[in-house]
Structure formats: C-alpha cells, structure tokens
C-alpha cells in the first residue's frame, strides 16, 4: 500500500474515469462472463448485455453533464437515468437497479469519500433487492449485498481508504466463489453465476480507477478457448459469419486456434469429427471460410454485417413522420429473433417487432421507444425471451402506465399470447386475457449443448441435442429431432391439439417435410403446423397447446 | 289490440337461414339474394341448395359472389301479396351494412304498404326476430307491435361463428374492423360475431375444437335466454355436439339448428359453424310479446 493516509474525495471526472476503467475491465472479461452459463445454450451473453448496460449508463453521464461535471451526485443521477433505459437483459436490469441505489444514496453529495462509497454500495445493494420480485440469492444481488457489507464494517472498523476497497473486493470475488453453495443449479452446472461474477469484475474496475492501480493485462474469467483481451476492441462491427464444415476427424481445438489467429471472436463450434457448425465474429468472413476450407467442404455460408443488423435493429424504427392517428388504441409490440417469428408476429397485429441482434438483448430503452410508436393510448410488449422480461418491466415501470408487460418467456407462448391481442378496449382486459391463454402452452426449445454439465438432472455431453421445455432442460440426445420428440413426449403429458414448430435458421433442409411424419407416428392426435420462424440458436422451437 | 280487419304479411330474405318448416307454418315469404358464380347467377336456396353449393365450391376455380335481389324482385313480391289480400307488409332484412338487400326492398316497396325493418343481424340472428314477428302475427298484433318485436327480439340476439379459414370473409370483404385480426402465418380458427349490424372479430383460437368451446362460452356468457340456435355449412356431424350442448346450457328455451345458406356460406366457407341465442326479454323489452 503506497499511501495508507490516502483521503477518497471522488467529484464527478473522478467517478468518471473509475467507471471507465471499469468498462474497460468488464470488456476484457466479457466474453468469459458470457461463457459461464448454466444453460448451455449459447444465448445468454450476460457479459455483453451487462457490457452494453454499462456503457449505455456512461454514455448518459457524459452526454447529461456538459457543462456542470463536477458534482458527484448529479453526476451520478445522469448515469443512473441512463442505465436503466440502456438496460438490456435481467443482468442488466439488475445492474441498472444497483447504479439507480449508488445515485439515490449519493443524491446532492459533491463528493464522495471512503464512508459515503461504502454507504453508496450499501444503497445500492438495497434497491436492487427491492426491485426484484423474488430476490434469489447465489445471484449478483448476494455479490453487492456482501461486498457492499464488508465494505461498510472495514469502514467502520477503521480502515483506511484503500482497506476499505480490498477488502469490498476480496468479499466480492469470494462471494462469487460461493455462489455455486447458494444456487443449486449453479451447482449442479459447475459454474459460478456469470452476473455476480459481472458485478465483481465492474467492482474491481472501480478499484482499479479510483487507487489508480493498472488492470491486469490478461482476463480474469476464461470460458472458453476464444477469450482474447483485444477481441471486445470488434463488439458491434465485422460480420457474424456461420458455416458448416464437412469432413472426417475434425478437430475443434485446432479449427478454433486457427479462427482466433483469423482474428474471429465470440467463437463457436460445434458439432462431431465429420460435421461442425461455426459461429464467428470477424472483420473478413472470408479469413473464417479460408479456415474452414482447409479442413473440408463448407455449407450454409453466411455473413451478416453486424452494424448493418444494429441498425436493422428496430425495423420500423425510421418513421419520423409517424402520424399517432393512425396508430391502434392499444399497441402491440413484440421482441423477437428471427425474421419468420417476427412475421408471425406482426401478422397477429404487433404493430413494433424489435428484432434481437445475435448475442445482445434489447434494451428497457428500446422497448419503451418502440411502445410509444405502437399505441395511441397504451401498449403492450412481449418480451418472448425470459432474459427480455426484466427490461420490459423496467421500461413498464418508466411508462407512467403506457406499457404493460404480458410475460411470455419464448416466441411461442408469446404468438399464442398475440391471438387474444385487440387493437383496442381496455388495455388491462385485453392483457389479462393474454396472460391467461398463455398458460394454455407449452414450450419447448431444441439447441446444442456447447458445453459439458449436468442441468437439471439431465447430464449433457458439449455438442449433444438438448431439449428444454418450459426452461427446463428435459432431455439430451444425439439427433435435433430426438430431442424434439423427447421434448414434445414430457409437453403433451397434460395434453394438447395442436403443436406448432418453429424452423430456426439452422433447421436441417428437409424438417418441414420429415417433422409431420416423425411426429405424427408418436402423437396421431396432435395437429402439426410448420412455420419457418429463422430464430438463432434454436433449430426447432415448439409450442403445445 | 287484436285486428281483425286487416291482413299483415311478413317477407324477409334468404339471409335468414330459417328452415322451411318454420317458414312454411308461419306463412313467411323469403325473398332470394344471388349466388354469382362468374357469369352464371343462382337464387339462393332455390336455383341451389346448400348441399350443391358446397360441393360445387370445393370444385370451382373461381370463387362465388353475392348480390342483393334488385328492386324489381321485391317489387313483384310485394304487389303479389297485395294481390293476395295483403293490407299491409313488414319487410325484414339482413344488417345494412352487410347487404344492400334492404335498401333493395326500400325502393321496390314504393308507394305500396310496406314497413321495412334493419335487423343489423344476419343468418338465424335475423331468422329467430322473423320467427318471433310472424308468431306475434298470428296472436294478433299490429304492425307496430310486430315491428316492436322484430326489433327487440334482434336486439337480444348475437350469432357467433367459427370459420375454418379467414380466407373467404377476407375475400368477401365483410369485416368492418379489426384488420389485424386476419393472421395468415399461424393456423388460426376464427370466432366472429354481428355487432351494431356489422362483421366483428371475436377470437383467435388455434384448433378448430377450442373455436367450438370459445362459441359455446360466449353463448353461455349470454344467460338467462329463450331461445338458442345453431347452424353449420357442411358439416352436418358438429350439429350434433352443438345441440347436446346448447341443450345443456339452457334447457327450457327454444332451439332452432339450420343450415347456412349459400350466400352466406361464400363469405364463411366451408367448415363454418354457428350459434347463438336470443336472451330473455328485459325490461326494454315490449309489453306485447309473443307467448
């Protein structure tokens, strides 16, 4: 410890360029953060969601304070502002939640010394509890509410400055260590939880800004063979490219290698010795297919800017001229990936579909902005994703009762949901009677696993077929359709008329033709619609009613 | 108030979808709308039945219009009942704003003595008020209580429908309101109503059985009733299961079960099936009233 007499008296530029350490921190280490998951389906990237919460609240922070940056409190009631619009994913909600506690508790403070920090922490572990319906510990929530309460008893104790800090830290990390203890799927999944570990990271960013202590130079989560420090320097440009790569004894290690020296990040491959899939971001898709083609013949090419999808990212969103008029009373709108899902949608009246970017959550922001340009009177929103159910009520929350949040937690609950939608009537009435149809479905996903676990008591194998119905992982096998029927088996126990599966841009070719049949020998008296839906991630999704 | 010295006839038109035993005893005159196919024109229910415009729709091409009968057509009609004896007509027709059938008969009716009637109903929503008006014509009652009655009878009255597919009303063009409603992507089995004389969505259900629920609840949501009815366009095996359940939801009132009739069957398609009921009078509700 240089300087033990050190006295903390952080003004806004302080608080500033401690939070942008921290960013800096957090994006070294997020795509580690994304690859500690317990489902092991590549969707839930709380590293990048809690990533872009982050920055979208810094944003707010300079944007908000030209011209008056020196105040601490004020300062940090604009990032707070920003956060919880900017929030994407329930990490991100959460973590708005945390930054919205340090800005009330640090409310008029020009400055904030070691005491008003700790103080500050402590606030901010409280709201964040108190915004969560059901608080669950093993979470982020227990990160904050521990390291915030070491950081208020070293205070208290006589720590100085610095004291205090590590030992907030060292709590932190050490909390994040435990969370597995607390949270049995945690456990059973062999991993700590990627939003504590979130909020540790930001934490030790902080740290590292205010005492001025250089960053480490090498992350300090590792998931996966793809982390690279500099690959986070691409996050919203090149090309998400996908391919699949027929052969015999392919290896994944050396194809991952060989994508990483490409300069691809968020790499992804999959698959057996004869055939892998490839997900990769890259500046040049053409680097990533001269890899693939050096080791057997490629398929399924595919390169999407991923600026241009950024920008495509909400669909009707150049409207300027938008006459309210001619808006419906009540307005639907609904979150969705992949184009035939979000047709589906706007087919049954969703007047706003926000289309998912791979990998990135839409923001509380996005959906309050998309809300007022669906309904005259009122809106209501589909999340259709259970990580998009925090944003939406935290844009709920912010629309003085404009939005109403039906809770659809997948695209097919959400369109059965979309059936009971009216353009008008009472808003309260028409979501009422959304929410309960909705409890007539049953869910079912079909991915690939991308990591070895045991998820709810079903031991997965990286690269197996994995069903899930409800959220709850029911079955791994070694073909999609395998999975698909085990799925179906467990989501018609209490029944059900009709099955409607949703082809996601990874289906196999042929399933429209194949699936009626397959399914049709184990369920005679289920109706079978095929839909093509183009979701990521899931090749088929599935909804039982 | 019985009248004695004068003789009242009542015409409605095809759309009405009562069976001919209940027209024939009431003495009703049913005046045909036209079934279109290309160039060919048809009487509804007279040039062809049900049974053959169903078949015939499943093999043609070209899909079917409607027209309303022209003026000339009630014109003959009502001086043929004048003819007969008849001091005066009450003309009652499909919703307005469905059909140009009642402004058809408006002209046609022209210096002769008719009182016409907007129903803003349609198929056994504007049959059972017809029914209801020939029967307070027989005990007795005048023009104004049997227009009393028509009117008041249509207002207790909704009819639901389930189509097997939007496609034919969409072509139709009958919906009014809730373009939204004509989701194509999904399998959707619609539920429609008659509300204020006009096409309104009433739900979206995913298999044809839950749409048949969906019409059942709404019928029962509309308890204490008289009279209940159901319909379907070829299909004649889910009437059964409409009546055991009609039944059971009200089994002191009234039951009448019909066939859609070709006109309307162009605009719900085949599959269709229909209920609905006439709730009991209320305190609006006339004080003449047929037993």
Same mark, same amino acid.
């Given at each position: 410890?240089?300087?033990?007499?050190?006295?903390?008296?952080?003004?806004?530029?302080?608080?500033?360029?401690?939070?942008?350490?921290?960013?800096?921190?957090?994006?070294?280490?997020?795509?580690?953060?994304?690859?500690?998951?317990?489902?092991?389906?590549?969707?839930?990237?709380?590293?990048?969601?809690?990533?872009?919460?982050?920055?979208?609240?810094?944003?707010?922070?300079?944007?908000?304070?030209?011209?008056?940056?020196?105040?601490?409190?004020?300062?940090?009631?604009?990032?707070?502002?920003?956060?919880?619009?900017?929030?994407?994913?329930?990490?991100?909600?959460?973590?708005?939640?945390?930054?919205?506690?340090?800005?009330?508790?640090?409310?008029?403070?020009?400055?904030?010394?070691?005491?008003?920090?700790?103080?500050?922490?402590?606030?901010?572990?409280?709201?964040?509890?108190?915004?969560?319906?059901?608080?669950?510990?093993?979470?982020?929530?227990?990160?904050?509410?521990?390291?915030?309460?070491?950081?208020?008893?070293?205070?208290?104790?006589?720590?100085?400055?610095?004291?205090?800090?590590?030992?907030?830290?060292?709590?932190?990390?050490?909390?994040?260590?435990?969370?597995?203890?607390?949270?049995?799927?945690?456990?059973?999944?062999?991993?700590?939880?990627?939003?504590?570990?979130?909020?540790?990271?930001?934490?030790?960013?902080?740290?590292?800004?205010?005492?001025?202590?250089?960053?480490?130079?090498?992350?300090?989560?590792?998931?996966?063979?793809?982390?690279?420090?500099?690959?986070?320097?691409?996050?919203?440009?090149?090309?998400?490219?996908?391919?699949?790569?027929?052969?015999?004894?392919?290896?994944?290690?050396?194809?991952?290698?060989?994508?990483?020296?490409?300069?691809?990040?968020?790499?992804?491959?999959?698959?057996?010795?004869?055939?892998?899939?490839?997900?990769?971001?890259?500046?040049?898709?053409?680097?990533?297919?001269?890899?693939?083609?050096?080791?057997?013949?490629?398929?399924?090419?595919?390169?999407?800017?991923?600026?241009?999808?950024?920008?495509?990212?909400?669909?009707?969103?150049?409207?300027?001229?938008?006459?309210?008029?001619?808006?419906?009373?009540?307005?639907?709108?609904?979150?969705?990936?992949?184009?035939?899902?979000?047709?589906?949608?706007?087919?049954?009246?969703?007047?706003?579909?926000?289309? !998912?970017?791979?990998?990135?959550?839409?923001?509380?922001?996005?959906?309050?902005?998309?809300?007022?340009?669906?309904?005259?009177?009122?809106?209501?929103?589909?999340?259709?994703?259970?990580?998009?159910?925090?944003?939406?009520?935290?844009?709920?929350?912010?629309?003085?009762?404009?939005?109403?949040?039906?809770?659809?937690?997948?695209?097919?609950?959400?369109?059965?949901?979309?059936?009971?939608?009216?353009?008008?009537?009472?808003?309260?009435?028409?979501?009422?009677?959304?929410?309960?149809?909705?409890?007539?479905?049953?869910?079912?996903?079909?991915?690939?696993?991308?990591?070895?676990?045991?998820?709810?008591?079903?031991?997965?194998?990286?690269?197996?077929?994995?069903?899930?119905?409800?959220?709850?992982?029911?079955?791994?096998?070694?073909?999609?359709?395998?999975?698909?029927?085990?799925?179906?088996?467990?989501?018609?126990?209490?029944?059900?008329?009709?099955?409607?599966?949703?082809?996601?841009?990874?289906?196999?070719?042929?399933?429209?033709?194949?699936?009626?049949?397959?399914? !049709?020998?184990?369920?005679?008296?289920?109706?079978?619609?095929?839909?093509?839906?183009?979701?990521?991630?899931?090749?088929?999704?599935?909804?039982?009613? | 108030?019985?009248?004695?010295?004068?003789?009242?006839?009542?015409?409605?038109?095809?759309?009405?979808?009562?069976?001919?035993?209940?027209?024939?005893?009431?003495?009703?005159?049913?005046?045909?709308?036209?079934?279109?196919?290309?160039?060919? /024109?048809?009487?509804?229910?007279?040039?062809?039945?049900?049974?053959?415009?169903?078949?015939?729709?499943?093999?043609?091409?070209?899909?079917?219009?409607?027209?309303?009968?022209?003026?000339?057509?009630?014109?003959?009609?009502?001086?043929?009942?004048?003819?007969?004896?008849?001091?005066?007509?009450?003309?009652?027709?499909?919703?307005?704003?469905?059909?140009?059938?009642?402004?058809?008969?408006?002209?046609?009716?022209?210096?002769?003595?008719?009182?016409?009637?907007?129903?803003?109903?349609?198929?056994?929503?504007?049959?059972?008020?017809?029914?209801?008006?020939?029967?307070?014509?027989?005990?007795?009652?005048?023009? /104004?209580?049997?227009?009393?009655?028509?009117?008041?009878?249509?207002?207790?009255?909704?009819?639901?429908?389930?189509? /097997?597919?939007?496609?034919?009303?969409?072509?139709?063009?009958?919906?009014?309101?809730?373009?939204?409603?004509?989701?194509?992507?999904?399998?959707?089995?619609?539920?429609?109503?008659?509300?204020?004389?006009?096409?309104?969505?009433?739900?979206?259900?995913?298999?044809?059985?839950?749409?048949?629920? /969906?019409?059942?609840?709404?019928?029962?949501?509309?308890?204490?009733?008289?009279?209940?009815?159901?319909?379907?366009?070829?299909?004649?095996?889910?009437?059964?299961?409409?009546?055991?359940?009609?039944?059971?939801?009200?089994?002191?009132?009234?039951?009448?079960?019909?066939?859609?009739?070709?006109?309307?069957?162009?605009?719900?398609?085949?599959?269709?099936?229909?209920?609905?009921?006439?709730?009991?009078?209320?305190?609006?509700?006339?004080?003449?009233?047929?037993?």
């Amino acid at each position: 410890m240089a300087d033990a007499a050190l006295t903390l008296a952080l003004d806004a530029p302080a608080l500033r360029r401690a939070f942008e350490v921290a960013e800096r921190w957090l994006a070294t280490n997020r795509e580690g953060i994304n690859a500690i998951n317990v489902y092991p389906v590549p969707d839930g990237d709380t590293g990048t969601n809690m990533l872009l919460t982050w920055r979208a609240a810094l944003k707010g922070g300079v944007e908000g304070s030209e011209g008056n940056a020196s105040d601490a409190g004020a300062y940090l009631g604009l990032v707070a502002r920003a956060a919880l619009m900017g929030a994407r994913g329930n990490s991100g909600v959460i973590l708005s939640q945390i930054i919205r506690g340090l800005a009330e508790t640090s409310a008029g403070a020009a400055t904030l010394d070691t005491p008003a920090l700790a103080r500050g922490f402590e606030g901010a572990s409280a709201t964040a509890y108190a915004a969560v319906t059901n608080p669950v510990e093993g979470t982020m929530l227990t990160v904050i509410r521990e390291a915030s309460a070491a950081a208020v008893e070293a205070q208290a104790s006589g720590e100085g400055t610095e004291g205090v800090l590590y030992i907030m830290l060292t709590e932190a990390f050490a909390s994040v260590k435990r969370t597995p203890e607390l949270l049995p799927r945690l456990r059973e999944a062999g991993v700590v939880d990627s939003g504590g570990m979130g909020v540790a990271v930001i934490l030790q960013g902080i740290v590292c800004g205010i005492l001025d202590h250089p960053l480490p130079t090498e992350p300090l989560v590792t998931g996966t063979a793809e982390v690279q420090a500099d690959a986070v320097e691409h996050e919203g440009h090149g090309f998400c490219t996908e391919f699949v790569i027929s052969g015999a004894a392919l290896d994944r290690a050396t194809i991952e290698g060989e994508l990483v020296a490409a300069g691809g990040s968020s790499i992804l491959v999959v698959g057996d010795p004869s055939m892998l899939r490839v997900h990769v971001h890259v500046a040049a898709p053409e680097h990533a297919f001269d890899v693939g083609e050096r080791h057997g013949t490629l398929a399924a090419r595919k390169a999407e800017d991923m600026q241009a999808q950024h920008e495509a990212w909400m669909d009707d969103r150049d409207d300027d001229d938008l006459d309210p008029a001619s808006l419906p009373s009540i307005g639907l709108v609904a979150v969705a990936e992949g184009r035939g899902i979000a047709a589906a949608f706007r087919d049954l009246g969703a007047g706003r579909v926000l289309l !998912g970017q791979v990998g990135v959550k839409v923001s509380a922001g996005d959906i309050l902005e998309a809300a007022r340009r669906a309904g005259r009177d009122h809106a209501i929103v589909l999340p259709n994703d259970k990580d998009v159910l925090m944003s939406a009520q935290q844009a709920a929350a912010a629309s003085d009762g404009f939005l109403t949040v039906v809770p659809s937690r997948s695209p097919a609950s959400g369109l059965t949901a979309a059936l009971e939608y009216r353009g008008d009537g009472d808003a309260a009435t028409v979501a009422a009677a959304m929410v309960e149809v909705m409890a007539g479905v049953r869910a079912v996903e079909v991915s690939r696993s991308v990591r070895t676990a045991t998820v709810d008591g079903v031991a997965v194998r990286e690269g197996d077929a994995i069903a899930l119905v409800d959220g709850r992982m029911v079955a791994a096998t070694e073909t999609l359709e395998d999975a698909l029927l085990a799925g179906l088996d467990v989501a018609t126990e209490d029944g059900g008329e009709i099955v409607t599966i949703y082809l996601g841009q990874d289906a196999p070719a042929d399933a429209a033709e194949r699936l009626p049949r397959l399914i !049709g020998e184990r369920h005679p008296d289920l109706e079978i619609q095929i839909v093509p839906g183009g979701q990521p991630y899931y090749p088929y999704l599935a909804g039982v009613e | 108030m019985t009248n004695t010295t004068s003789t009242i006839r009542i015409v409605t038109d095809s759309t009405c979808d009562l069976p001919t035993d209940i027209v024939e005893a009431l003495g009703i005159t049913v005046v045909p709308l036209t079934v279109l196919f290309g160039e060919e /024109e048809l009487r509804d229910g007279v040039d062809i039945t049900a049974e053959q415009f169903f078949r015939r729709l499943g093999r043609e091409k070209v899909l079917p219009t409607t027209a309303a009968p022209g003026p000339g057509v009630f014109r003959t009609v009502y001086e043929r009942l004048v003819a007969e004896g008849a001091t005066h007509i009450v003309s009652i027709h499909v919703s307005s704003k469905l059909s140009a059938t009642l402004e058809s008969a408006r002209q046609g009716g022209t210096g002769l003595p008719v009182t016409h009637v907007d129903s803003l109903q349609v198929s056994l929503a504007l049959g059972v008020p017809v029914m209801e008006a020939a029967r307070a014509l027989q005990q007795g009652a005048t023009v /104004e209580q049997i227009v009393a009655v028509a009117l008041d009878t249509a207002r207790r009255t909704q009819i639901f429908f389930t189509l /097997e597919t939007l496609e034919y009303l969409r072509r139709g063009g009958r919906m009014s309101r809730g373009q939204e409603f004509f989701g194509s992507l999904l399998q959707i089995k619609p539920v429609i109503t008659v509300q204020d004389g006009e096409v309104h969505p009433a739900a979206r259900m995913r298999t044809k059985a839950k749409a048949v629920e /969906e019409l059942l609840r709404r019928c029962s949501d509309m308890r204490p009733v008289a009279t209940v009815f159901a319909l379907h366009a070829s299909t004649p095996e889910e009437l059964a299961h409409l009546r055991d359940r009609l039944h059971g939801l009200a089994p002191e009132s009234k039951y009448v079960e019909s066939r859609i009739t070709p006109v309307i069957g162009v605009h719900v398609g085949p599959g269709a099936v229909s209920a609905g009921v006439t709730r009991a009078p209320d305190a609006q509700s006339p004080s003449f009233l047929p037993a």
